[in-house]
C-alpha cells in the first residue's frame, strides 16, 4: 500500500499549508514596526559624553557599591580594568583619533534595553528584565553559564566570569540594591561634572532633548543615542563624536530580538507548525512502516534469516 | 645702596657676615624652585650652585613700582626666617626700590638718575604693577611723568625687564572689568627688551630670585613660553601637581566649607579650584618656607591668581572644564584585545587536520583497488559454497540444531 | 561450477549480489587492538582534562576570552558533528519518507553514527556549560525562555537523544540479545512488538526534532546580527543549517560505510551507493543554488571579491562543496567508489567550515579580538570525538550495524562456529552467536 510522493505531498497541502500559513502571517508576536513597552517606571542613566572628563570616578564607584573587590589584574597595582570583565560593571574607554581630531571619553555599562537580546537568548530566563523599572538583572540560581548572552548581546556587555568553578555572568544592574533604599546608582551619585546622571527615562529623555536644543551643533547629529535606537535604550548617550566611534553600533529602531527572530518567532507561534508536520509525519510513517515489515517479513520466509527491523 | 665697583656675590657676602650655611641654604632652596629649566640649577649639589653664584657679580636691579598693591615685595620680605630676607637683598644689589629706601622726593628720583646711569645696560629692571593706558596714562604719575613714560625711558637702557606679578605681567586686579585705567602688562607697553613675565598674586620670590641669578651667572634668560613666563615655573598647571590629586581621581570632593570631606582634605574641585587650568608652580614650591602654606593646603581652592583670563573674570565657585589638549593614553581602547594563538595549540590543530587529511587520501587512494578485491571475495565464497554445495556430507554441519544451508 | 579461479561469469553474479541485504557484525577482527587503544588513551584523557575544567574553569583550559564566548566545544563538537551526525535525520527521510528502499541498507549505519555524534556533542555540552548545575530547569517547561533559539536548541537535541535516537538504536541490541540467549527470547520479541507499535510516533519525531534544532542551530547566530560576516548571516541561515546537515550527514554516513567496507575488506553495493551520492549532490546542487542566490539578493556578492580572509573562507566553502557534488554526481552515474568517497570527503568539509564559519571565523565581535583554542581544548574535544568513534568500532563489531550481502552473513555464521564453539551440550546455557539458531521455533527441537 505505497503511497505515492504525489499523494503524499498533496495531502500534506490540502490539509496542512492553509492552516500553517493562516496562523503563521497571522501572529502578532513583535512584528516588526510596533513600538516596545516602555516599562511602567523605567528608570536609566544620560551619560554626556562630551563634558565626560575621564575622571574614572564611576569606575571605583561601582566596584564599590557592589562590593566587587577592585580589578587589579592588569599591573598588580592599580585599578585600571582594559575593558568590562567579571569584576567590572563600568568602564571608560578613550576615543584618540591619530589624526588629533576631537577625541571623546566614552562610559561604557548595561545598556538596559526595552527589549533585550540577552535576555531573548537566555534559555532558562536568568536574565530577567524587570517589568516596573525595567532593570535587567542577572539570577545566578537559573543561569547554565552558556554565555549565550555574551553573543547575543549587540553591546557586548555580559561578562562571564573565566576562572573558578561557580562562574557569575556580571553586568550593570543599576545599583538596584542601592534604588531600593532610595540611593542613586554608585557612578552617578559621585560624577563630579554631571557627565552621567540617574533619573526616569521619561525625565531623562527630556532633558537630553533640551540639551540638545539650547546647544545646537554641539552634539552629533542632534540627537540622543537609546531614544529609539535597538528599539529604545534605558541607558542614553549624548556625544561630540560619532557614536560607531566610541562602540555604539548603529543598530537601526528595530530591536535585535524583533528584527532576527521574527521568522524563528512565528514558525514557533503556538508550536501549530511543528504540531502540523509531526501529525503528517505520523501518518506517512505510519504507511511506510506497514509496507516495509511487509517487505521484511516476505524476505524472512524467503531467505530464513530473522528480519532486521 | 651702596654703588660703585661689583664685587663679586661671594665676597659682598663673606663681608655682610653671612654664614657659609645660610649661604648653602639658600642655593638649596634656588635648586627646589628651578629643578629643571634653568641651567644655573641644573647642578647635583648646592654647593655646586654656591660655588658659582659665590663668583659672580652681584646683579644691579632696580625696581619700579606702578599700579601695584606692593605685594610681590612684600613676598620677597615676608620669609619666615628674616635671614633668608637679608640674604635675598645681599645677593642681588637693589639699587633702587621705592618701598626698601629711605630716600623720597627729589632724592629718590635722583638716586633712579643715578642708578640707571651707573649701570645702563647691565641693570634688570623689575616692574611691579600694572601701567595704565588710558587718557595718555594720567592715571599713575611717578615724579609728575605718566606710567608709561617713565617704564619705557628706565627700560630702555636695561639690560632685561621682569615683570613680577600678576598686574606687571598682564594687568592684574587693576585690569578687572570694567578696567577704568587701562592697565596692561608691561609687555603691552615695552618692546625690544628680553621680558619675562612672572605672574602670581603674589609670586613665589625664589622664581624672581632664580631667574635674577641665571642672568648673573650665566649671562642668559631661561627658557620662555609664548606668554614670556618661564617653564621652569610655569609649565605645569596646578592640577597636574596638586597633593589631593589622588582625592580627585578616587571621586573624593569636599562638597562645602566646613564639611567632612573638607576637613579630611579632599580636592577642592567642585568649591571652585581652578588648578586645572592654572598654570603655576605652587602646588610644590609653597610659600612662606613652610610646607603646606599655599591656598589649596590650606583649604582654600585656588582662584588662578596667574591667569589672565581666570582670576576676577571667572566666579570662585564657578567649576572649570578639564580637557586637557592631549589626554594620556592610559585609558583602555574602544576596542581591545583578547585571546591569542598559541604556538602548541596551533601546532596541535595542524597536525591533527594534516592527519585526517592524509588518512582521508590514503583511504580514497585504496579504493580503486579494494572494490575489485570485494568483489573478487565475494565472488571466491560463492565459488567455495557452491564447491561445498556439491559435497555431500559437508563439514559445515557438525552440529546437531537443524539450520538451512545456504 | 569451477572450484578454483573465479570465473567471469562468477564475477557478474558476484557483482549482482552484491546487493546489501542485510546487516552483519564485523568479525574476525578483535575489538581491542593499536588503533582501539590509543583512542582510548585519548579518551581517558579527555575525561581527566574534563574533571580538571570542572574545577579549575573554562579559563585556563580554553582559548575562550569575552569576544568569542564559544568555543570549539560549542561551535565545532556540537555545532559541527551532530550536523554530520543529522543521518538518522537525512538518510531517514529518504527511507521512510521518500520511500527509498536502498536507502533502508543504511539506516542502522546512521542511526548509530547519529546517536554517537549526539551522544558525545551533549556530554561535551555539559562540560562546556559554565553552571551545569543547573541544568535541571530543563525538566520544568515554564521556566523555558521559549523566544530563545539555545533553550530550543538544548531541550529538542536532549529530547531527540535520549527518546527517539535511543529508541531507534536499540533494535540491533535486541537483536544481538535474541540470538545471544535463547531464553530471552519470548522477553526480546514482547519488547520489541511493543516498540513496533510506537515506531511511527518515534520515526516521527526523529525526523521533526532534528528538523527544528538543527535549523535552530543556524538561529542562534541570528541574533548575532552584523557581528557575522554578511556572506554568512541572513535570514536563511536555519534553513541553510538544515540543508548543510543533510548532505553532511549524508556524507557521513555513506563515506563511513564506505570507509568501513574498505577497512575490513566488505563488498560495496554500488547501487546503493550511487544512489545516496545522486540524493547528496542534489541535495549539495540545491544548497549551493540557495546559498549563492540569497547572497545575491543580499547585495553581499561584492564582499566575495575582497582579498580578505571572510572571502577565502567563503570561496573555500563553495569550492569544496561544489567540486564535491559535482564528483559525486558523476560517481553516482559511473558507479566509481573512488571519486564517489573523494567527493563525500569534500563536500562533508565543505560543509563542516560553513556550520563553523558564523559562529567563529566569520563572527567579528571586536576588531581587536581573536580566538584559537587552546591545546587542552583542543584534547578534550579530540577525546570526545575519539569516545564516539570507540562506540562506534565496540558496537559495529559487536551489533548488526554494516550493510553486507546476503553471503556475507552466512560466512559469519560459519565463522562463527568454527571459531567459537560454545558450550551447548550442558542443555543449561544456550548461549549462542549470530546466525544461529534462526529457526529453532521451525525447526523439530534441538537440544
Not at chain 3, 541572513?234 to 555513506?254: E, I
Request: include cysteine.
Amino acid at each position: 500500500m505505497a503511497i505515492t510522493r504525489r499523494q503524499l505531498f498533496t495531502g500534506i497541502a490540502k490539509a496542512g499549508v492553509p492552516a500553517a500559513v493562516a496562523v503563521t502571517v497571522g501572529t502578532d508576536a513583535l512584528l516588526a514596526g510596533e513600538p516596545i513597552p516602555v516599562p511602567s517606571a523605567a528608570v536609566g542613566l544620560l551619560y554626556d559624553a562630551s563634558i565626560c572628563i575621564g575622571c574614572k570616578a564611576c569606575v571605583a564607584a561601582c566596584a564599590e557599591a557592589n562590593d566587587t573587590p577592585p580589578d587589579t589584574r592588569g599591573d598588580e597595582l592599580h585599578q585600571a580594568p582594559n575593558d568590562l570583565n567579571d569584576l567590572t560593571r563600568n568602564v571608560i574607554k578613550l576615543y584618540k583619533p591619530e589624526d588629533g581630531s576631537a577625541f571623546s571619553f566614552v562610559k561604557r555599562q548595561c545598556m538596559h534595553c526595552l527589549d533585550p537580546a540577552c535576555a531573548a537568548g537566555c534559555p532558562f530566563q536568568a536574565l530577567h528584565k524587570d517589568p516596573e523599572s525595567g532593570v535587567v538583572s542577572w539570577t545566578a540560581e537559573k543561569c547554565i553559564g552558556c554565555r549565550y548572552c555574551t553573543i547575543t548581546c549587540p553591546y557586548h556587555i555580559p561578562r562571564f566570569q573565566w576562572m573558578g568553578f561557580n562562574p557569575r555572568v556580571t553586568k550593570c544592574e543599576l545599583c538596584s540594591h542601592r534604588l531600593e533604599k532610595g540611593l542613586k546608582p554608585g557612578c552617578t551619585s559621585v560624577c563630579p561634572t554631571g557627565a552621567v546622571i540617574f533619573g526616569p527615562r521619561s525625565v531623562l529623555l527630556l532633558d537630553a532633548k533640551q540639551r540638545i536644543k539650547n546647544n545646537p551643533g554641539r552634539y552629533y547629529q542632534n540627537r540622543v543615542y537609546g531614544e529609539i535606537d535597538n528599539g529604545g535604550t534605558q541607558a542614553l548617550y549624548l556625544s561630540k563624536v560619532p557614536f560607531e566611534k566610541l562602540g555604539l553600533p548603529e543598530l537601526g529602531p528595530e530591536s535585535v530580538p524583533a528584527r532576527t527572530l521574527r521568522w524563528q518567532r512565528r514558525f514557533y507561534q503556538y508550536f501549530a507548525l511543528p504540531a502540523l508536520l509531526y501529525a503528517g509525519l505520523v501518518q506517512v510513517i505510519r504507511k511506510s512502516l506497514k509496507g516495509h515489515e511487509q517487505e521484511a517479513h516476505e524476505r524472512e520466509k524467503e531467505t530464513g534469516l530473522r528480519a532486521q527491523l | 645702596m651702596p654703588t660703585g665697583e661689583r664685587e663679586t656675590i661671594g665676597t659682598h657676602l663673606k663681608e655682610s657676615g653671612v654664614s657659609r650655611r645660610s649661604f648653602l641654604q639658600l642655593c638649596s632652596k634656588i635648586i627646589i624652585a628651578a629643578p629643571i629649566g634653568l641651567s644655573l640649577t641644573r647642578r647635583a649639589t648646592a654647593a655646586q650652585v654656591a660655588r658659582i653664584v659665590g663668583k659672580a657679580r652681584r646683579p644691579s636691579v632696580i625696581w619700579l613700582h606702578f599700579q601695584d598693591c606692593t605685594g610681590c615685595t612684600e613676598t620677597l620680605l615676608r620669609t619666615s626666617a628674616p635671614d633668608v630676607a637679608h640674604l635675598i637683598l645681599d645677593v642681588i644689589s637693589l639699587d633702587y626700590h621705592e618701598t626698601l629706601m629711605a630716600a623720597s622726593g627729589a632724592q629718590a628720583e635722583a638716586a633712579l638718575r643715578s642708578a640707571i646711569e651707573e649701570n645702563a645696560g647691565k641693570y634688570v629692571l623689575v616692574v611691579e604693577g600694572s601701567i595704565p593706558t588710558r587718557d595718555d596714562g594720567v592715571y599713575m604719575e611717578l615724579g609728575s611723568r605718566p606710567a608709561i613714560q617713565v617704564v619705557k625711558e628706565v627700560a630702555g637702557q636695561a639690560a632685561a625687564v621682569i615683570a613680577i606679578g600678576s598686574c606687571a605681567s598682564w594687568g592684574g586686579v587693576p585690569s578687572a572689568d570694567p578696567n577704568p585705567t587701562g592697565a596692561v602688562g608691561v609687555d603691552s607697553v615695552i618692546s625690544g627688551k628680553p621680558i619675562i613675565n612672572l605672574p602670581g598674586c603674589p609670586p613665589n620670590p625664589y622664581n624672581l630670585l632664580a631667574v635674577v641669578l641665571e642672568y648673573a651667572t650665566m649671562g642668559r634668560l631661561p627658557e620662555l613660553d609664548e606668554f614670556h613666563r618661564p617653564r621652569f615655573a610655569y609649565d605645569r598647571v596646578i592640577h597636574e601637581n596638586c597633593p589631593r590629586r589622588a582625592h580627585f581621581d578616587a571621586g573624593r570632593f569636599a562638597a562645602a566649607f566646613g564639611d567632612e570631606g573638607h576637613r579630611k582634605g579632599w580636592c577642592l574641585y567642585k568649591l571652585g579650584c581652578k588648578g586645572p587650568v592654572t598654570h603655576a608652580a605652587c602646588a610644590t614650591r609653597h610659600f612662606n618656607e613652610l610646607p603646606g602654606v599655599w591656598p589649596i593646603g590650606t583649604g582654600v581652592p585656588c582662584v588662578g591668581c596667574t591667569e589672565k583670563g581666570v582670576v576676577w573674570q571667572m566666579s570662585t565657585v564657578e567649576t572649570v572644564p578639564i580637557h586637557l589638549a592631549t589626554p594620556p593614553d592610559t585609558y583602555p581602547p574602544i576596542y581591545s584585545t583578547a585571546g591569542q594563538l598559541k604556538v602548541g595549540a596551533g601546532a596541535l590543530v595542524g597536525a591533527i587536520a594534516g592527519a585526517v587529511g592524509g588518512a582521508a587520501w590514503v583511504a580514497s587512494q585504496r579504493f580503486q583497488s579494494s572494490t575489485e578485491a570485494g568483489v573478487v571475495r565475494v565472488a571466491a565464497d560463492i565459488a567455495h559454497a557452491e564447491k561445498l554445495k556439491a559435497k555431500p556430507a559437508s563439514k559445515a554441519v557438525a552440529h546437531s540444531d537443524d539450520r538451512k544451508e545456504d | 561450477m569451477s572450484t578454483g579461479t573465479t570465473s567471469s561469469a562468477a564475477m557478474d553474479h558476484a557483482r549482482t549480489s552484491n546487493r546489501w541485504e542485510r546487516n552483519v557484525p564485523v568479525y574476525g577482527f578483535p575489538v581491542v587492538n593499536g588503533f582501539f587503544l590509543g583512542l582510548a588513551v585519548l579518551v581517558l584523557v579527555a575525561l581527566a582534562l574534563s574533571l580538571y575544567r570542572e574545577l579549575a574553569g573554562l579559563g585556563p583550559v580554553s582559548g575562550m576570552n569575552d569576544a568569542y564566548g564559544w568555543g570549539i566545544w560549542k561551535t565545532f563538537n556540537l555545532m559541527v558533528l551532530t550536523a554530520l551526525g543529522s543521518g538518522a535525520f537525512a538518510v531517514g527521510i529518504a527511507a521512510w519518507v521518500f520511500r527509498s528502499k536502498r536507502m533502508h541498507s543504511l539506516m542502522r549505519m546512521a542511526l548509530l553514527t547519529s546517536f554517537l555524534a549526539y551522544a558525545c556533542g551533549l556530554l561535551l555540552l555539559g562540560i562546556d556549560a559554565g553552571r551545569p548545575w543547573n541544568f535541571y530547569w530543563i525538566v520544568f517547561p515554564w521556566r523555558w525562555n521559549m523566544h530563545s533559539p539555545l533553550a530550543e536548541v538544548a531541550i529538542c537535541m536532549s529530547i531527540y537523544a535520549m527518546i527517539p535516537l535511543a529508541v531507534e538504536n536499540i533494535p540491533p541490541i535486541l537483536e544481538r540479545l535474541w540470538y545471544f540467549d535463547s531464553r530471552l527470547r519470548p522477553g526480546v520479541e514482547s519488547i520489541e512488538k511493543r516498540l513496533h507499535y510506537f515506531f511511527p510516533w518515534i520515526i516521527a519525531a526523529a525526523y521533526l526534532l532534528p528538523g527544528m534544532h538543527q535549523s535552530s542551530l543556524g538561529a542562534l547566530m541570528l541574533l548575532a546580527g552584523e557581528r557575522v560576516h554578511p556572506l554568512w548571516q541572513t535570514p536563511w541561515l536555519p534553513v541553510l543549517y538544515l540543508g548543510a546537515a543533510t548532505f553532511m550527514s549524508f556524507g557521513c554516513v555513506a563515506g563511513t560505510t564506505m570507509l568501513c567496507c574498505l577497512v575490513w575488506k566488505r563488498a560495496m553495493d554500488m547501487e546503493v551507493l550511487d544512489e545516496a551520492a545522486r540524493i547528496t549532490s542534489w541535495l549539495i546542487f540545491g544548497w549551493l543554488g540557495l546559498r549563492l542566490l540569497d547572497i545575491l539578493f543580499r547585495g553581499a556578492a561584492g564582499t566575495a571579491l575582497h582579498f580578505d580572509r571572510f572571502a577565502g573562507v567563503f570561496w573555500l566553502e563553495v569550492l569544496l562543496v561544489s567540486i564535491g557534488g559535482w564528483l559525486l554526481y558523476r560517481a553516482s552515474r559511473s558507479s566509481s567508489p573512488q571519486p564517489m568517497f573523494i567527493g563525500y570527503i569534500l563536500s562533508s568539509a565543505g560543509g563542516m567550515i560553513y556550520r563553523f564559519s558564523p559562529t567563529t571565523l566569520a563572527f567579528r565581535p571586536n576588531p581587536e579580538a581573536l580566538y584559537f583554542p587552546a591545546t587542552i581544548e583542543v584534547l578534550v574535544s579530540l577525546g570526545f570525538i575519539s569516545l564516539g568513534i570507540v562506540g562506534f568500532l565496540i558496537a559495529v563489531k559487536r551489533l548488526a550495524i554494516l550493510p553486507a550481502p546476503l553471503s556475507e552473513w552466512h560466512d559469519m555464521a560459519s565463522y562463527f562456529r568454527f571459531r567459537r564453539p560454545y558450550i551447548r551440550w550442558t542443555g543449561y546455557f544456550k548461549y549462542g552467536h549470530f546466525g544461529e539458531n534462526e529457526t529453532e521455533t521451525e525447526t523439530s527441537g534441538s537440544d
